[in-house]
């Protein structure tokens, strides 16, 4: 079916750039025409794993697609015979779906295989609960108006509990998951004072203000910032600590890029 392009008006566009990092830096600027061209689309990009750091404060992306390349790894080192286990892949319907379907356009038929002997596609559903290791995990839908996202609460080796919301504001839907929690990480794209230069509200966000309101009203210990915008990084740290504590008594952090904190 022929599309008429002066009208088309896509939702979602994937972008495949399987090859080496020159390439994908080669095609960085095909990707900032698509979003000038269709600003309202949410424009992913599936990559190797080895690219995937390149493309992560890639202003014009929503999601890079690195999770197909470490499922190959797994599938070939499988086929090779130095890997005999089952490789769990966790995800709700929606994202194993797209994740599968993409697998099956992509990879060679020797690695599906593989894949179909030595990797499981398993579903989590909302209120699912996971024993991983020593870490109890219990997995929740946000409540996203986007597309469907799922966050957890944790439960630490060392009794404390840490719940993730997510990269879109909190939902009063999970209220019953987050409340009291001892860490909490909440997104926060920019600082209040700057919404009018980010727009974070017009895209499903919110600020350090809103984070440092919403942890104190739910009672939480420590509120962790995550998913800023990159164009302050100089001062992020000490700036969004500060108008996060205009409303929240307990403790903020915000980590810079692989920075580790004891939880």
């Not at 009063?172 to 409340?179: F, K």
């Amino acid at each position: 079916m022929a599309v008429d392009l002066a009208t088309f008006s896509p939702k979602r566009i994937l972008v495949c750039q399987l090859r080496q990092i020159g390439d994908v830096v080669l095609a960085t600027p095909s990707i900032e025409l698509l979003k000038r061209r269709y600003p309202d689309a949410e424009i992913h990009l599936l990559t190797e794993k080895k690219c995937a750091p390149l493309l992560e404060h890639n202003p014009h992306l929503g999601k890079v697609w690195a999770a197909v390349w470490m499922i190959r790894i797994i599938a070939q080192r499988a086929s090779n015979g130095h890997y005999s286990g089952t490789f769990r892949v966790y995800g709700h319907d929606k994202v194993l779906m797209v994740l599968e379907q993409i697998c099956r356009m992509t990879l060679p038929v020797s690695v599906m295989k593989a894949i179909n002997k030595h990797i499981e596609f398993y579903e989590i559903k909302n209120g699912d609960t996971l024993q991983l290791g020593d870490l109890s995990l219990q997995c929740f839908d946000i409540a996203s108006t986007k597309e469907k996202q799922y966050g957890f609460r944790a439960l630490l080796p060392n009794g404390k509990s840490l719940v993730c919301l997510g990269d879109e504001p909190y939902n009063e839907q999970v209220r019953s998951y987050t409340e009291g929690v001892d860490w909490l990480l909440c997104e926060a794209f920019c600082l209040y004072k700057d919404r009018e230069r980010f727009k974070p509200y017009e895209k499903h966000h919110s600020t350090a203000l809103d984070a440092g309101r919403l942890a104190q009203q739910l009672g939480i210990k420590r509120l962790l910032l995550y998913h800023t915008e990159d164009k302050t990084l100089a001062t992020r740290k000490e700036s969004y600590t500060e108008e996060a504590s205009r409303e929240f008594s307990g403790l903020v952090y915000v980590p810079d890029d692989l920075e580790k904190i004891l939880l």
